[in-house]
């Protein structure tokens, strides 16, 4: 690929998600913000740059299996750990293209700048987030690609591919806020092992993710608004609509709270426990 700019921030959103290598994806990623955020950058249209692909760009490596298929991996000790890192890198490969998938896929509808201007913000943040992990696991003696992966955020995404609203309900609203839930123990796990690295890599994973749900909280009530949609009762529609089971308990509700995802949105879609 050139190393010129494409023409406009649609285009762009294009470019990175048909990216087939990783450092391709995280250059664009860094190059584009940059570029729109000094508003040297067109917004363009789909017509003009073309459909998203249905499929992202993926290197060789890591070999994509069913969620079903994965190996079982025990994550304790040096093993562990690496495996950890290496399912997380996978996560945030896949965090970089369902967002600039986002800027892109949905821009034929008429949205304010600073929707534009929050994801393109998040879309950085995730190529941060890969590029940070990436080298986490090289000084670990590991490599992105090195273990199998699962396919499945990017089904999710192929499922809400026609609709704005569900794209914002499962992605952020419920697999980045899945996020907050979990990644709190692993940051204390880390620190009670003494990795203190992963630590401060999970540490600011989990400050940008309150932010990513908070813009996907903001952006869903917008669009239910526009819609004159009630937004917890679209939520749960939708949510029951394109997401396989319940939303799983614990929760981390102070933080889903701070982001704008207050319990009524998710307590209905947990399992009853009694």
């Excluded at 998600?17 to 995280?26: L, M």
């Amino acid at each position: 690929m050139s190393r010129d700019l494409p023409g406009s921030l649609v285009a762009g959103a294009k470019a990175i998600v048909c990216a087939k290598e990783t450092s391709e994806k995280v250059r664009l990623a860094y190059a584009i913000s940059k570029s729109w955020f000094q508003r040297d950058l067109a917004l363009g249209s789909p017509s003009q740059a073309g459909p998203m692909p249905d499929r992202p760009g993926r290197p060789d490596a890591p070999l994509l299996l069913p969620p079903r298929d994965m190996p079982k991996r025990k994550l304790s000790g040096a093993a562990g750990r690496v495996a950890l890192l290496h399912s997380l890198a996978h996560i945030e490969l896949n965090a970089v293209d369902l967002t600039w998938d986002l800027i892109g896929r949905f821009a034929h509808i008429r949205l304010p700048r600073s929707y534009y201007d929050d994801w393109v913000r998040v879309g950085l943040e995730e190529a941060k987030h890969f590029s940070m992990l990436d080298d986490r696991l090289g000084r670990l003696g590991a490599a992105y690609g090195d273990m199998p992966a699962h396919d499945g955020l990017w089904q999710a995404a192929q499922h809400t591919g026609h609709n704005l609203a569900a794209r914002l309900a499962i992605i952020p609203l419920v697999l980045e806020a899945r996020g907050l839930d979990i990644t709190p123990p692993m940051i204390e796990k880390a620190r009670a092992l003494g990795d203190d690295d992963t630590a401060k890599c999970l540490e600011i994973i989990y400050r940008d993710e309150k932010n990513h749900v908070a813009f996907g909280a903001k952006w869903f009530r917008f669009i239910c608004d526009r819609n004159q949609l009630k937004p917890e009762p679209s939520f749960h529609a939708l949510v029951r609509k394109h997401f396989r089971g319940a939303l799983k308990p614990p929760f981390n509700d102070r933080a889903r709270s701070e982001a704008g995802l207050t319990p009524g949105f998710y307590k209905p879609l947990a399992p009853l426990v009694g």
